[in-house]
Every structure is written in structure tokens, then in C-alpha cells.
Nanobody, 120 residues
Framework: QVQLVESGGGSVQAGGSLRLSCAAS????????MGWFRQAPEKEREFVAR????????YYADSVKGRFTISRDNAKNTVYLQMNSLKPEDTAVYYC?????????????WGQGTQVTVSS
């Protein structure tokens, strides 16, 4: 089983930036996909971005495309989410997740979440 620990959340004004980190441990990740999700109060959890651990291919939700960048550092077993031009609607708890390729996110590993608050 993979253990995931997020960090880097906080409060920022609209237009600002934050970088989230997700440290992974517990196994090797050659066929793994890593993703970021978020959940705002009284809303469903939604997909934000994902990256292939092996080749680094990325995919983003339309709502964050052009503002957020997901990346990984293989040597540190860490995935990052650089968030720029933040908007109040980006306020949510952000979760890091990991799964085997071809399986569902719900069957994968999840971090504990980190709060991001964007004020107008």
C-alpha cells in the first residue's frame, strides 16, 4: 500500500500562488498515476489534475488548465501542484491520490488532504 502525505496548503489572496506537495512512500511507482482532487464545502470531490509517474504525461480539468501545473520528482517520490492565478472558487480541501493504471481512483491510495483558501 502507498502512503501519501500532502503539504503546502494555506491562505492566499486572489491572483496569488501556492504549491502543494505530495510525498509518496511504501512501494515502487513505475505503473502508477498520481492525481490531485479537491472538495469544496457542500460540493462533490472533483478531479483537478493527474500525472503518469513513469513518463510524466499530464491531464487537467478545464477549470484549472493554464493556471495549475502538476509535476513529479522521481528522486524524491514527490508530486507537486503549482497553483497560479488563484480564484476564490479554488477554495477547497485538496487531496493527493495514487492508483495503478487501469484501476479506479477510489481503489487507490489517498492522502489526508490540505486546505487551500483563496480570499477575494
Amino acid at each position: 500500500q502507498v502512503q501519501l502525505v500532502e503539504s503546502g496548503g494555506g491562505s492566499v489572496q486572489a491572483g496569488g500562488s501556492l504549491r502543494l506537495s505530495c510525498a509518496a512512500s511504501g512501494r515502487t511507482f513505475s505503473n502508477y498515476l498520481m492525481g490531485w482532487f479537491r472538495q469544496a464545502p457542500e460540493k462533490e470531490r472533483e478531479f483537478v489534475a493527474r500525472i503518469s509517474w513513469s513518463v510524466g504525461s499530464t491531464y487537467y480539468a478545464d477549470s484549472v488548465k493554464g493556471r495549475f501545473t502538476i509535476s513529479r520528482d522521481n528522486a524524491k517520490n514527490t508530486v507537486y501542484l503549482q497553483m497560479n492565478s488563484l480564484k476564490p472558487e479554488d477554495t477547497a480541501v485538496y487531496y493527493c491520490a495514487g492508483k495503478e493504471g487501469g484501476s479506479s481512483w477510489s481503489s487507490g491510495s489517498w492522502g489526508q488532504g490540505t486546505q487551500v483558501t483563496v480570499s477575494s
